[in-house]
């Protein structure tokens, strides 16, 4: 049973893992074009990357319990408001040329409307973006996250002045809102916005377009999400916003969601927030995100060719070593917030540190992300954590931690 102790602690640990990303400088917050909207619903605002958003709502199904095991229920469906978020378009003959400069990942191999989650890198080999782009066509789409997405620009900018090519950044700033539908339900939810041809279920996990959404232009939809479950990104015009909400809502399948429940969900899916699972100290291989640029003998591992890959690959493309990694850690009995410290078994030595989290809603048990040294990563491996100053017992374990259900297209 979910007591009420164990719902103020979510929404604890919720509002702990936002901190990262709250607002830092004297600079009003940032409004979304729903604001109204999330009023209305009993939206409790919270700043978070220089916005005002809900970290959940009240009411019958509000809370960040009630929203997250609505996300994970059969039929159902979450809508999050993700407009803080950073949306790009690259133009130019030599757009991915330059792209193959700044991530990780292969962007040459995009077919048409094709995407894939890949990583900006610093001179050392470090995180400063976890980032989906994808090939749209006559251009390339990028969506990066509110907190870095100034960071980002400015830095892609440094690098465009010293890349001799044909590129140009177009940022889309707020005049483009970005939603996100995320659960089960989703694709009955987005199918009645959509154009009656438009085949969802043809629509492979990881590929956007551009459409039209309740009759709206201009409109563009990824299939892809933060959640573990199926869902959809969906990109519209800022004053198309609140009709396109206030539409899928009027679905009884459909329910707000707020920061707090969308924390809870990554986690639960062994997703990273960045700010608190990477940074810029972070390597892809201590992130376990090598993956990111492909498979042993890859085209990008080979070439390398991208900003710090002397200090992420060996010239024969194999993966640095590396002393720490990132795990997931289940088995002790209260939730191990940020910072808490991982020792080995015997509790005589550190070995690393959590970086999320939480109680899981779905699992009713606490989980937790973090790095231990490499050593102590193996799944299986006993380790202590000291919560409250005091040790507890847990497992260094595979994540995710709720399996994924990603959609896949039927054969």
Known sequence: MITAATAT????????????????????????????LHKELGGDMVPFAGYELPVLYKG??????????????????????????????????????????????????????????SLVTNEKGGILDDTVITN????????????????????????????????????????????????????EAIKK?????????NMPFMTGTDTTLAGVEGCRI??????????????MPEAAAISIASQL??????????????????????????????????????GVLGWTMGGPGSRRRVEAGFLGAEHILTPEGKFQKV???????MGMKAPARQHAEIYNATGEQKIGEVTSGTFSPSLKKPIAMGYVETKSAKAGTDVMIKV???MQPAQVTKMPFVESRYYRVPE
């Open 60 to 117: 019958e199904n509000g809370g960040v319990m009630k929203e997250h095991l609505w996300c994970r229920s059969d039929g159902k469906a979450a809508l999050f408001d993700v407009s803080h978020m950073g949306q790009i378009r690259w133009h130019g003959e030599d757009r991915t040329k330059f792209l193959e400069k700044i991530v990780v990942g292969d962007i040459a191999g995009l077919g048409e409307g094709e995407g894939r989650l």
């Open 136 to 187: 749209a066509g006559d251009h390339v789409y990028m969506v990066v996250n509110g907190a870095t997405k100034f960071g980002d620009m400015k830095h892609f900018e440094a690098q465009m002045a010293d890349f001799d090519g044909d590129v140009t950044m177009e940022y889309l700033e707020d005049t483009m809102q970005l939603l996100a539908v995320q659960g089960p339900g989703a694709a």
């Open 323 to 329: 002393a720490r990694k990132r795990v997931g850690i």
């Open 222 to 235: 990824t299939r892809c999400g933060y959640t573990g479950e199926d869902g959809f990104e969906i990109a």
């Open 388 to 390: 409250r100053n005091k």
């Open 9 to 36: 602690t979510l929404r604890r640990v919720a509002a702990t893992n936002t901190k990262r990303t709250l607002a830092t400088s004297s600079e009003p917050l940032v409004k979304t074009a729903l604001y109204d």
């Open 193 to 201: 916005l959509l154009p009656s041809d438009f085949d969802l279920v």
């Open 249 to 286: 809502l009027e679905d009884p399948a459909v329910n707000p969601t707020g920061l707090g429940a969308r924390d809870s969900l990554r986690l639960e899916a062994g997703l990273c927030l960045y700010g608190n699972d990477l940074d810029e100290t972070t390597t892809p291989i201590e």
